[in-house]
């Protein structure tokens, strides 16, 4: 190799290309496993009961939790942003890991509530304050935001 030429792979395309390359093909892989999985869930929502898919969404979650590396360490990070060294790093690593299964657990309920009829719904709210103003609102052609806490 005479000096200051670049080095190629076999079809003439620098290493470092091939690299980007192969890490965007890994990535549209696991992008599309990854929306693959949500359809699968979101049919399995119509037609297994809540309790029977926490088990598996914790599963999911934990599995996220090792092949996202770039989220964990955006949770860790903001931890030690809030709380420095007040925190051991096992204990903000589980609240890290605990929130992500909580945001798992939210995205099953709304999966779930996306295809429950309105009365099922709403028989779970322990107490709503103001329904008539949503109600007006939505007559009246309005739009309407609404917060809910849990």
């Not at 914790?58 to 996220?64: Q, T, Y």
């Not at 690593?93 to 509530?113: K, N, Q």
Request: hydrophobic share 50%; aromatic share 10%; charged share 20%.
């Amino acid at each position: 190799m005479v000096q200051g030429e670049k080095r190629s792979g076999a079809d003439g395309i620098g290493y470092a290309t091939l690299l980007v390359r192969v890490n965007r093909f890994f990535l549209a892989l696991r992008n599309a496993l990854l929306r693959g999985l949500t359809a699968l869930w979101m049919a399995l929502t119509r037609l297994l009961p809540p309790a029977v898919m926490v088990p598996p969404t914790l599963a999911v979650a934990r599995l996220v939790w090792w092949f996202y590396p770039r989220l964990r360490r955006i949770a860790l990070t903001n931890l030690e942003l809030c709380f420095g060294d007040e925190l051991p790093l096992r204990e903000r690593y589980r609240i890290a890991r605990r929130s992500l299964e909580h945001l798992a657990l939210t995205a099953l309920e709304f999966m779930c509530f996306a295809h429950w009829p309105h009365e099922k719904v709403r028989s779970l709210a322990l107490k709503v304050t103001g329904w008539e103003h949503f109600e007006e609102a939505l007559t009246q052609g309005k739009g309407v935001m609404v917060l809910g806490m849990h």
